[in-house]
């Protein structure tokens, strides 16, 4: 079974500051892995994916997620966050022949002026 | 390119009513998923469709609960009777393959009194 753990339900950043989010992963075979953004009353929406090739992966809106097999993380970083930036972002894992997503609790970002 | 797109966008009915929730997938996609979102339970994979098929509904909660695909660009999700507790955010995902990235629609959001 595949699991991704979100560290911390609740990040608060000011304008302008790093964003680092932390998703765990555990799988038993080679993991595909995702973040997901969702803002208020929204669908969720891809900003970055991981399936074997770069372990840097570079996703939409200047965020950016490093693969780690030895640590099983993939961190989801913004160097400086915006004001749009506040959502729910959820990582994910499933694998290369599973159509399954296992989604993390997710966490929500508060960007301060 | 249209994303997924549901309807409605938000339900209110009260307990015992039936309600049906419609989902149109991305053209081309051969592959569509239910989910649903609470607070409690985070987000759940009701059922999978496989070119019209259903593949997997171990996440449909009970007999209450049924879905329908009967063709490639239109599936539902029908809950009948309703009840409160099945109040929460449903989301349509498709997929061009099984194991491709899936992409959501923006939600229903189902209240039930």
């Known amino acids: 079974a595949q699991s991704v753990t979100q560290l911390g339900s609740h990040v608060s950043v000011s304008e302008g500051a790093l964003v680092l989010l932390r998703c765990n992963y555990s799988s038993s075979v080679p993991p595909y892995l995702f973040w997901y953004v969702q803002y208020p009353n929204q669908g969720l929406q891809l900003l970055l994916k991981?399936?074997?090739?770069?372990?840097l992966v570079k996703g939409i809106n200047g965020f950016e997620a490093e693969f780690k097999k030895s640590e099983t993380s993939f961190h989801l970083t913004k160097p400086s966050a915006h004001m749009s930036d506040a959502a729910e972002y959820f990582c994910?894992?499933?694998?290369?022949?599973?159509?399954?997503?296992?989604f993390g609790a997710g966490t929500t970002v508060t960007v301060r002026a | 390119d249209a994303g997924v797109i549901q309807s409605p966008r938000h339900e209110v009915t009260e307990m015992g009513q039936e309600v049906t929730l419609r989902c149109k997938p991305i053209s081309g996609h051969n592959s569509l998923f239910w989910y649903r979102q609470t607070m409690m339970r985070g987000l759940e994979l009701l059922i999978y469709f496989n070119n019209n098929v259903p593949i997997d509904d171990s996440g449909m909660p009970e007999d209450r609960f049924s879905a329908k695909m009967p063709n490639a660009s239109f599936s539902t999700l029908k809950i009948q009777p309703s009840e409160p507790r099945d109040s929460a955010v449903y989301f349509c995902?498709?997929?061009?393959?099984?194991?491709?990235?899936?992409?959501f629609g923006p939600g229903t959001r189902l209240t039930v009194l």
């Open positions: 994910a894992v499933t694998s290369s022949n599973d159509y399954k997503l296992s």
């Open positions: 995902a498709s997929s061009r393959t099984a194991v491709d990235t899936q992409y």
């Open positions: 991981y399936t074997s090739a770069a372990t």
